[in-house]
């Protein structure tokens, strides 16, 4: 190295080598917003994990009451009562509501409407509504079917 180049290396400003503090501000501002839209996303798919395990949940717990009425229906004993034409979806209704709880603890209202059909067929709706533990959103769950009382 000759010393013509060391007397300009000496020449040149101090800092020209790194960050300015406001680049380093940016760089800090952009990485925050980055963070907050990312946690932003993860808020969002835990919601709708959650909707999606309390709707799972319900459909469980719909099918398990369609099959209980249709065992009911082919037994021929007094638990068919519930299979007798009446019922209401919006008001629990003796032989026609029930509560369950489901397999994460979350309980559920069930209520079902019996109509009328030809002969020995009824139509049957059932509605599944959570009672607690599920996102304010999550709404009713129907059910709709035929059965054959035996």
Not at 81 to 89: R, T
């Amino acid at each position: 190295m000759s010393d013509i180049d060391a007397e300009d290396r000496s020449r040149e400003p101090r800092g020209s080598a790194g960050f300015t503090l406001i680049e380093l501000i940016m760089a800090l501002v952009i990485l925050a917003i980055g963070i907050m839209a990312a946690n932003t996303l993860v808020v969002g798919v835990a919601r709708t994990q959650r909707r999606a395990t309390v709707r799972a949940e319900m459909t469980e717990v719909g099918q398990n009451k369609l099959e209980e009425l249709r065992a009911f229906a082919t037994m021929g004993t007094a638990d068919t009562v519930q299979l007798l034409v009446g019922g209401s979806l919006t008001v629990s209704m003796a032989n026609h509501a029930d509560t369950v709880t489901g397999g994460t603890d979350r309980q559920f209202i069930l209520r079902w409407e019996v109509g009328g059909g030809t002969y020995d067929v009824r139509d049957v709706t059932i509605r599944v509504l959570p009672l607690n533990g599920a996102p304010d959103d999550l709404r009713d769950l129907d059910f709709d079917t035929r059965v054959l009382i035996l």
